[in-house]
Structure formats: structure tokens, C-alpha cells
């Protein structure tokens, strides 16, 4: 496409400058197009009665030309000059929901050119909120179609910026009024059929609208992934919103979810491969591989619709090869949160439980007598093998007494192997420790009966040696000069190097 100079004009909400609105109609008038922020997301305004501007739009967003446009109107004595057969219902439907984020369906009037409905024999129109939406719309002419500003398959624009990064040298004019308010694309209800369809998932929701007119059903291709129909929506068979990287939704119980992810970033991670994940506030403190970004509360589900595409944007910078999603609540905007990242994701989805019921311990513990010598130590060598599967690893005492350090001769002697011990900190063993998670190895037989009478329900209590099926035993270095320690840490690295291997064949299918 030919380059041109885009105008991009900040404008005040609440103080709107008649210049910038008199240029965006002037453009609109005369068949250009202009970006402008609704409540939904940014749409790419053109007027709606002309073929022409109609091509102009789908060429610049290389949007296919089957795929309809949705007119916008600012007034609702506007509607029945491009709709006929307004039902009852409809009105009803337009009393409670109008302006707002809700399209609805009609048989067109003969004035709507067919290069806007793609053809088809009925029209999309939508009354938005946003008063700078309205104003503009009033400004070109009343009529003005306004997909969403993105370069078609990208996600959706919700901020400026966006629009400019798909549309700044294609277009004519961009709005700046800040971030919208909802996030997501207006629901798109067909009141050409009875009851009523919804052809596309949004902020208005099912039991919204059944609340006014009673039964609402759902195109089953929003419900049903391989019904073997196509939407009822033309648009909604296309990829939708996708970010570069492949992205892969999480599905399962929040807790397994993250355990899913945590253990496929590591596991990507230690690939070399960089990954994405996205959390909410709730979870993301739990991940410690990868690029976490927080994509809103999951007390508050308008966080997430609102982040959501301004997260799959930010991944597109950050270079991800994959992205992987936690999944959300069904219900309200969490249907339509979640049909977008179905679409966006291509439906890939991935079981968590699929992934963790592989895990048979996430936890590795050495327990000693005091926690301050060949526990530590095994821990932090273990912690320096390669392992397929990311365990949290570490050391606890029979009897500790103090939180102290690790012992002087035991760090000398890691840190002549590039390693230290200066963080560790005695810890005592407690119940909470031998849960069913966790893998307890200690150096000694009598350690391991000590536990396994002194706690009820003890689960994966062995010696080194017996798990590793090695009979060489690790004893006490205490009281015995550095020489020793050496000695003993030699032994100590190939028992472990040989427990690294027996977790790994464990792992092996993850
Ligand atoms: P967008 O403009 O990006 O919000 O996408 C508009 C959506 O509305 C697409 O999924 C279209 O297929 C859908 N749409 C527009 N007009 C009609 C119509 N007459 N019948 C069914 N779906 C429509
Ligand atoms: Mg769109």
C-alpha cells in the first residue's frame, strides 16, 4: 500500500476539540479512514454508504471481503434508515442495552452497499457508549463503519499505540483517547432469527440479555469446537487476535494449571527456548521461569478482558516462541474472554493434569543429623545437575537447634568446586515436610526409621543408597580433617549424579 502521513490527534474525552472532530469528519466525508477508540476496542471508521471506502478498509486491513462490517450509529432514530423489520424485541433489546457493547443483526435497507455487509442480505449495527465514538460517528455522516483498527489476525486494538503499530503510514487519520474500557469486541446478537443468536460472545452476556426477552440461544459453533458448521458470523471463522508466538491455553484446576506450566517452562527454559506465560495477580508470583506477565485479578474478570489483548500485543515484542495461557472462569465475560483465546490460541489446549500426573515428587529433601554438612551439600549438587524436571530442592536436620550456617569445612571444600553454601540456614524436619509431593532420601538407615516411627502416614522416605540401589554409604565428616571432607564430597557428587539420572528416567515422558 501507498505510504501517506497519518494524523494522530490526542483528544479529551470530556473536553472534545471540535477541530479534531471537523478533520476526522471531512476525512470521513470524503471516503477516508480514520481509527477512533470505542468502549469496546479501536475501530477503523469509514463511511458506511460508500462502496468504496468500504474496499479501502478491507484492503488496509487485509481483512478477506466476506468478512461484513459493522455499521455505527450515534443516534438510535438513525437505525431504521440502514435496518428493516425492527421487532419488538429488538426494541426491547435497544431500550436496555443501547448505547453499549452489543451488535445486532437486521435485514438491510436497500441504501447499505453490499462491499459493507460482504455481501450479505443483512447488516451489523452497533450504538456505542464512547462519547468521542459518537461524536465522530456524527461527525462523518452518521454512518460509519468501524472494524476493529488491527491489521487483520492481529488482536485487537485497545490502546493507540496499537492502532498506530498496524496503520500508521496506511491510514488517515488516527484518535488518541487513551486506553478503552472494556477490552473485547462487542456481542453480536442476530435478531433476524427467532429467539435471537448470539453469533460472537461480549461484554453483554446471555443472561443479560434473556433477562429482556427470554430465551437467547448460542451459535452452536461457539459451544461445540467441531460441529462442523460454519458461524453464523463470517468473521468468526477466521484465526483471530493471534500473537506471533504459538500460544497454548492451560486447562485444569488453578493449582495444577500452574504446576503444568511451571514444569513446561522449566523444561522449555532449560532448551533455550524463550516462553511466555500468563497469569493473573493471583498467580504469577508462582512461576520463576519465563516472561510472566499479569493479565488482571481473578476476583474481577473485566481486569482480564480489558489486559488481554494488550498482553498478546506485548508478547509480540518480547520475542516469545510460546506462549502459555491459564485458563478462566466460564460465566459473564469469561465466555467471551475465553473465545478469544480459544481463537487466538487456535484451539490448541492442553490438559494440566496430563502434565503433572507425570510428576510423581516436586520436591527432593536430604535429611541429615544437624542440616549443616551432607545435607546442604547434596542438596546444592543436585541443584547443579541437569534435570528434566523442575524440583524444589533442599535439606533439613533430624535435630536443629539453631538456624546455623552450613559447616566452614564443608563450604571450603564447595566452594573449591565452584559452589557455595553460603545462603543455607539449618532447618529442622517437620510433618509438613513429608507430603506426598515430596521425596525424603537420608544418609542413613536409623535416620530413616527415626522418621518413619516418630510421623504417621509417611510416603517417600528411603536412604540415598537404597533409592539409587548403591550400597556406599556417605557418613558424618565431623571432627575429621578437610582431607576427608574432600573425600567425602567425591562420593557424595557420584551418588548424586547417579540420583539425577534415576529422577530423569523417571521423568523421561514429560
Ligand atoms: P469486527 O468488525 O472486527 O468487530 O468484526 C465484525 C464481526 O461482525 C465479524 O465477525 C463479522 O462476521 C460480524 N458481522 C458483521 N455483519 C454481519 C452480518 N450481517 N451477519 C453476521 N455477522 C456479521
Ligand atoms: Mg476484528
Not at 483528544?11 to 470521513?28: N, P, S, T, Y
Not at 495477580?281 to 481486569?303: A, C, L, M, P
Not at 502459555?324 to 487456535?346: C, H, P, Q, T, V
Request: aromatic share 6%; proline share 4%.
Amino acid at each position: 500500500m501507498k505510504f501517506m502521513k497519518t494524523l494522530i490527534e490526542k483528544i479529551d474525552r470530556h473536553q472534545m476539540d471540535e477541530a479534531v472532530l471537523a478533520k476526522a469528519g471531512e476525512i470521513l466525508k470524503n471516503g477516508g479512514l480514520v481509527a477512533f477508540p470505542t468502549e469496546t476496542v479501536y475501530g477503523l471508521g469509514a463511511n458506511a454508504l460508500d462502496e468504496n471506502a468500504a474496499m479501502k478498509t478491507y484492503a488496509a486491513k487485509g481483512r478477506p471481503s466476506d468478512n461484513p462490517l459493522i455499521i455505527h450509529i450515534a443516534d438510535v432514530e438513525d437505525l431504521p434508515i440502514v435496518a428493516r423489520n425492527i421487532s419488538d424485541k429488538a426494541k426491547q433489546i435497544i431500550e436496555r442495552f443501547w448505547p453499549g457493547p452489543l451488535t445486532l443483526i437486521f435485514e438491510k435497507q436497500y441504501i447499505v452497499p453490499f462491499g459493507t455487509t460482504g455481501g450479505l442480505s443483512t447488516v451489523a449495527v452497533r450504538m456505542p457508549t464512547d462519547e468521542i465514538a459518537k461524536a465522530v460517528i456524527r461527525a462523518g455522516g452518521g454512518y460509519i463503519s468501524a472494524p476493529s483498527a488491527n491489521t487483520s489476525g492481529r488482536p485487537s486494538p485497545t490502546s493507540a499505540q496499537h492502532v498506530a503499530d498496524d496503520f500508521d503510514g496506511k491510514i488517515d487519520m488516527i484518535i488518541d483517547g487513551g486506553n478503552v474500557d472494556i477490552g473485547l469486541e462487542s456481542t453480536i446478537l442476530d435478531m433476524t432469527v427467532e429467539p435471537p443468536m448470539i453469533l460472537r460472545p461480549g461484554a453483554i452476556t446471555r443472561e443479560m440479555l434473556e433477562e429482556v426477552v427470554g430465551e437467547v440461544t448460542v451459535d452452536v459453533t461457539l459451544l461445540v469446537e467441531d460441529s462442523g458448521e460454519a458461524p453464523k458470523a463470517p468473521g468468526m471463522k477466521y484465526r483471530h487476535y493471534a500473537p506471533k508466538a504459538e500460544l497454548i491455553i492451560v486447562e485444569g484446576e488453578t493449582d495444577d494449571v500452574i504446576k503444568a506450566i511451571r514444569q513446561i517452562a522449566y523444561e522449555q527454559t532449560r532448551l533455550g527456548l524463550k516462553v511466555g506465560i500468563i497469569a493473573t495477580s493471583e498467580t504469577e508470583s508462582f512461576y520463576s521461569n519465563g516472561i510472566v506477565k499479569n493479565i488482571g485479578t481473578r476476583n474481577n474478570e473485566n481486569s482480564i478482558a480489558k489486559n488481554l489483548y494488550r498482553v498478546l500485543r506485548e508478547f509480540d515484542e518480547d520475542d516469545v516462541s510460546y506462549i502459555y495461557s491459564e485458563s478462566f472462569e466460564s460465566g459473564g465475560i469469561g465466555d467471551a474472554i475465553m473465545n478469544r483465546l480459544n481463537k487466538a490460541a487456535g484451539h490448541r489446549v492442553i490438559q494440566a493434569t496430563d502434565i503433572t500426573d507425570l510428576q510423581k515428587y516436586r520436591r527432593v529433601l536430604f535429611v541429615s543429623q544437624s542440616d549443616n554438612c551432607r545435607g546442604p551439600m547434596a542438596a546444592e549438587i543436585l541443584r547443579n545437575e541437569s534435570l528434566n524436571q523442575e524440583y524444589v530442592i533442599g535439606s533439613r536436620g533430624m535435630v536443629v537447634l539453631f538456624p546455623e550456617p552450613a559447616n566452614q569445612k564443608a563450604e571450603a571444600i564447595m566452594r573449591s568446586r565452584q559452589m557455595t553454601l553460603a545462603e543455607h540456614e539449618a532447618t529442622q524436619l517437620c510433618e509438613a515436610d513429608l507430603d506426598e509431593d515430596t521425596l525424603v532420601l537420608t544418609f542413613e538407615e536409623a535416620q530413616k526409621w527415626k522418621i518413619v516411627s516418630h510421623y504417621e502416614n509417611v510416603k517417600h522416605v528411603y536412604t540415598l543408597g537404597e533409592y539409587i540401589d548403591d550400597e556406599r554409604v556417605v557418613e558424618s565428616s565431623h571432627g575429621q580433617p578437610l582431607q576427608v571432607y574432600g573425600e567425602r564430597f567425591e562420593l557424595l557428587r557420584e551418588l548424586i549424579q547417579k540420583l539425577a539420572e534415576r529422577l530423569n528416567e523417571e521423568a523421561k515422558n514429560i
